[in-house]
């Protein structure tokens, strides 16, 4: 597997180049964003590490880029930074970021935290399809569709929407979606969670009924 990380300072870049080789990774470093898309035309790698803030670049900004590339847009991410800030947090996972690190971290919970998000990346990639009354799940396109009409869904909420679609029926709390969805806990995930699943109801239009609340519980899909 191939990783490229993007980090400028050469210490942190070094303990995420130890634990990655010591999971059978291949790695290569950047310190800047020209670098770094540069390599991804060459060879698209299976994982990103990504500071928040690389030199004057805003890590928020080579993100925003990456997913705006349909042939970039799964690749996982996951983003580092010293700020411990909810809204960073927040801002990241919105954008499409799988996982936060806060530095200074530690090599165990760095492996632990890729070796989780690379088996979560690895169930995703189905081919089969899924249909919940008027809603068409292509798992090979990541593509949806309610009532005949293809709903323009970020990152998070197709997978949301995919991990209700899995568990039909089966009432999911808030904690087992961040965990699934996301893949770790952090403060205000309850609003997390309840904004991506009010913007999937809207995204669904008629069929976003599908999607129901069960009161001090979580979600369910009908």
Not at 113 to 133: C, F, H, N, P, Y
Request: hydrophobic fraction near 40%; aromatic fraction near 10%.
């Amino acid at each position: 597997m191939l990783a490229y990380i993007v980090e400028d300072s050469i210490d942190v870049a070094e303990v995420e180049r130890f634990a990655l080789e010591g999971n059978d990774f291949e790695v290569k470093s950047f310190d800047n964003s020209r670098g770094f898309f540069y390599a991804m035309t060459e060879k698209k790698p299976d994982l990103i590490l990504l500071d928040i803030l690389i030199g004057n670049e805003s890590g928020f900004d080579i993100l925003d880029k990456i997913k705006s590339y349909a042939e970039y847009r799964y690749i996982p991410v996951i983003l580092a930074s010293s700020c411990d800030a909810e809204a960073d947090k927040t801002r990241g996972l919105d954008a499409g970021a799988d996982d936060y690190l806060v530095k200074p971290f530690g090599i165990m919970e760095f492996t632990s935290r890729v070796k989780a998000l690379m088996r979560r990346s690895q169930s995703s990639t189905d081919t089969g399809e899924m249909i919940i009354g008027s809603i068409r799940i292509d798992a090979l396109k990541r593509e949806v569709m309610a009532d005949g009409v293809v709903c323009n869904l970020t990152y998070k909420e197709y997978e949301l929407l995919k991990y209700l679609a899995i568990n039909k029926g089966i009432v999911l709390s808030r904690d087992k979606i961040m965990e699934n969805v996301w893949g770790f806990d952090f403060q205000g995930e309850s609003r997390t969670v309840d904004m991506h699943i009010k913007t999937l109801r809207q995204k669904l239009g008629t069929q976003g009924d599908q999607i129901k609340t069960v009161r001090n519980v979580g979600y369910k899909l009908a």
